[in-house]
Nanobody
Framework: QVHLVESGGGLVQAGGSLRLSCSAS????????MGWYRQAPGQQRELLATVTGNGRTNYADSVKGRFTISRDIPDNTIDLQMNSLKPEDTAVYYC??????????WGQGTQVTVSS
């Protein structure tokens, strides 16, 4: 089991930016893929962005061009830079890690609220 801790959520006005960070308890090089998801009240959890062990990134259409996923290998962290935030980006944001044996781990989540 990989222990994940998110940080960086908060309240921001529409058009603003936030940067989320996720710290992993293992070397992120050893993980198959890491990613960021979000879940708004009454909605399903939505995949936003992923980064594979070899650094390949992928984004959901809803955040492409506004959000950027990155990783810091020595610190075993991944970040999500979120720009041009909209009220509809309001949700709890979760970090996810999947090992080579397909074991999934989740962080506790961090609240992002975008005011109009």
């Amino acid at each position: 089991q990989v222990h994940l801790v998110e940080s960086g959520g908060g309240l921001v006005q529409a058009g603003g930016s936030l940067r989320l960070s996720c710290s992993a308890s293992v070397s992120i090089r050893s993980l198959n893929v890491m990613g960021w998801y979000r879940q708004a009240p009454g909605q399903q959890r939505e995949l936003l962005a992923t980064v594979t062990g070899n650094g390949r990134t992928n984004y959901a259409d809803s955040v492409k061009g506004r959000f950027t996923i990155s990783r810091d290998i020595p610190d075993n962290t991944i970040d999500l830079q979120m720009n041009s935030l909209k009220p509809e980006d309001t949700a709890v944001y979760y970090c996810n890690a999947r090992t080579l044996s397909s074991m999934n781990s989740w962080g506790q989540g961090t609240q992002v609220t975008v005011s109009s």
